[in-house]
């Protein structure tokens, strides 16, 4: 596509509730990434693939978060026993190489 | 946790006047690139300056990159009320790909 595409745009789970987003990356883009943005800061690194490989996962904050990419295009950002901590707009990227990311809209994530 | 630091954090101009944020960072670095993110939108992609340039220009723009003190500047000239936007900079620690973001400094442009 033309851009980054990521769903839902908005999501509201309840607390201990599972939930996945989706982002479809620009086509050919071997490089993806996930952000994580809390409000009023700025984005945090959270996981980065080539292809299908996840070569870094250091900035998952913990077990419940895990990312996949298994045909080396859409990948998906599986929360786990949302907690409320865990609200934030999560954003992913992709990249021919490893800079000048185009980012997606973003997906808005509220736990009540 | 965040490796650049914008400066200031908020800045409200009028419009036609210049808007100008700084950025601070800790370690040495390949590139730094500036994003602007609209409210409630994604970050698109501005300006990028390598760490053996010191100055670049595109359009309105002006981005200027000081090594030695690790620090880097935005201009933007003749604002717009559309340039009101929240704005990052985003550095990478030499030899990876992983791109630390600053805090950002959120302009607003009156008009």
């Known amino acids: ?112 | 946790s965040q490796q650049g630091e914008e400066d200031p954090q908020a800045l409200s101009i009028q419009e036609g006047e210049n808007a100008t944020m700084n950025c601070s960072y800790k370690t040495s670095i390949n590139n730094l690139q500036w994003y602007r993110q609209n409210s409630g939108r994604g970050l698109v992609h501005l300006i990028l300056i390598r760490s053996n340039e010191r100055e670049k220009h595109s359009g309105r723009l002006r981005v200027t990159l000081d090594t030695s003190k690790k620090s880097s500047s935005l201009l933007i000239t003749a604002s717009r009320a559309a340039d009101t936007a929240s704005y990052f900079c985003a550095t990478d620690a030499s030899g990876t790909y992983k791109y630390i973001f600053g805090t950002g400094t959120r302009l607003k442009v009156l008009a």
């Open chain 1, 1 to 112: 596509g033309a851009g980054v595409s990521q769903s839902p745009r908005y999501k509201v789970a309840k607390r201990g509730q599972d939930v996945a987003l989706r982002c479809d990356p620009i086509s050919g883009h071997v490089s993806l990434f996930w952000y994580q943005q809390a409000l009023g800061q700025g984005p945090e690194f959270l996981t980065y693939f080539q292809n299908e490989a996840q070569l870094d996962k250091s900035g998952l904050p913990s077990d419940r978060f895990f990312a996949e990419r298994p045909e080396g295009s859409v990948s998906t950002l599986k929360i786990q026993r949302t907690q409320q901590e865990d609200s934030a707009v999560y954003l992913c990227a992709s990249s021919l190489s490893t800079w000048g990311y185009t980012f997606g809209s973003g997906t808005r994530l509220t736990v009540v």
